[in-house]
């Protein structure tokens, strides 16, 4: 997950609308977690054969929510999340969209914890560097971004969203391909009611279902980042095909990234590995290659959505307490200081949820998010369409 204007903004000229903004949703998904196949596996290989049909619920929900959200956005031109909340919630806008900014903290600190422990991870992995001093490294090379080019930063965002993408095609493709036969087996197994190597679970339907609702869950949390790209629609059948694609494009990346990751499911040395996706790649074809590929592709993900995370907090913070100065000139002394304080304060709380492991995010902290965006987001949103019989998109 990933937000900040700049990074999501579609450029129309490189892209058609539509598909800009199904890309847009797509990035959202795609944090620490999805790169590393470790969200796959905590929330649908976990939960056996199952895993190979949920994803239609999942991404059929996020796109239906996200057409709902943007809908609303666009007919009622709220650009923001604030704005949203105190439209769509109405006379309870006073508690629930100060609910929702906590739903919002939580995601932050949640997806800024996934990606220090996937480039953590990642680092440890392929140079035997201590977890927690490969978290270090990460949390210094966020902490100088989100001081001095987060501007920058998020302006190449997308394209580095999009280079991670195409090196997942790249590392998946042949791989799938070539393990083919291992990915058969997994399936038997799977359907015979033999769980993977990390999962302790049943295999029972109703444990998968949960799981990949929760997991929507906490995807819809992150429904904010499209209210602004809503500036740029002047029609809604836009947003309808919009999300048409939205659908089509995450079920295909999920359906992908799930096949893919069952060659290595019952693979003894996915129990001890932080990264499934490394241990896919450095069991199939073209390990020398993918290996760093995918690796470096990972790292800069992690680092490019943990950077717009906290500098997103860093700024309300910073704005929040500038608000209090009375000129320009008092605005702009320590301007600098005040922003090495709440990126390091937040970098550091970043840091110390990553020391957890990312196992230990994924399962718990995206749990909570989606706890979050269940009260906050899911609720209102069925109420507000069933009390206004969706005359209000």
Not at 128 to 152: E, Q, R
Not at 171 to 178: D, G, K, R, S, T
Not at 259 to 285: D, F, H
Not at 332 to 348: M, P, Y
Request: charged share 10%; hydrophobic share 50%.
């Amino acid at each position: 997950m990933s937000s900040g204007k700049h990074s999501l903004l579609v450029d129309k000229s490189k892209m058609p609308l539509t598909l800009g903004l199904a890309f847009v949703a797509f990035t959202t998904q795609f944090g620490g977690g999805f790169a590393s196949g470790a969200q796959i596996y905590q929330y649908f290989i976990n939960y056996g054969i199952w895993c190979l049909v949920l994803p239609l619920l999942s991404q059929g929900l996020y796109a239906l929510f996200f057409w709902y959200g943007m809908r609303y956005a666009y007919k009622h031109k709220t650009y923001d999340y604030r704005s949203f909340s105190d439209s769509l919630y109405g006379e309870t806008r006073h508690l629930m969209s100060n609910l929702y900014e906590i739903c919002y903290l939580i995601m932050i600190g949640t997806a800024s914890a996934a990606a220090f422990a996937t480039g953590g991870s990642t680092i440890s992995t392929l140079f035997g560097i201590p977890y927690w001093m490969s978290t270090v490294i990460i949390g210094a090379f966020i902490f100088f971004i989100a001081l001095f080019g987060t501007s920058v930063v998020r302006k190449c965002a997308s394209t580095l969203s999009v280079l991670i993408i195409a090196g997942l095609v790249l590392v998946l493709v042949p791989n799938i391909i070539a393990q083919w036969s291992d990915i058969t087996v997994s399936v038997s197994r799977m359907a015979g009611g033999e769980m993977s190597v990390l999962s302790s679970e049943s295999g029972a339907f109703g444990s998968a279902l949960w799981s990949a609702v929760l997991y929507f869950f906490f995807q819809l949390a992150s429904v904010s980042v499209m209210y602004q790209q809503m500036e740029e629609v002047t029609d809604v059948k836009q947003i309808n095909r919009a999300a048409v694609w939205m659908f089509v494009c995450n079920f295909v990346a999920m359906e992908l990234s799930i096949i893919g990751l069952l060659a290595v499911a019952y693979v003894a040395e996915l129990a001890t590995a932080s990264i499934p996706m490394l241990v896919l790649v450095q069991n199939g074809v073209g390990a020398k290659i993918l290996t760093p590929v995918i690796s470096a592709l990972i790292i800069l993900g992690a680092i490019s959505t943990a950077v717009n995370m906290i500098s997103g907090i860093v700024t309300r913070c910073v704005n929040a307490v500038e608000r209090r100065k009375t000129s320009k000139e008092e605005k702009e002394k320590g301007h600098l200081a005040r922003n090495a304080v709440f990126t390091l304060l937040f970098t550091f709380l970043a840091f110390g949820i990553a020391q957890f492991g990312l196992m230990a995010v994924v399962s718990r902290g995206y749990a909570y998010l989606g706890y979050a965006a269940f009260v906050t987001l899911f609720v209102p949103f069925i109420l507000h369409a069933a009390v206004t019989r969706m005359k209000e998109i």
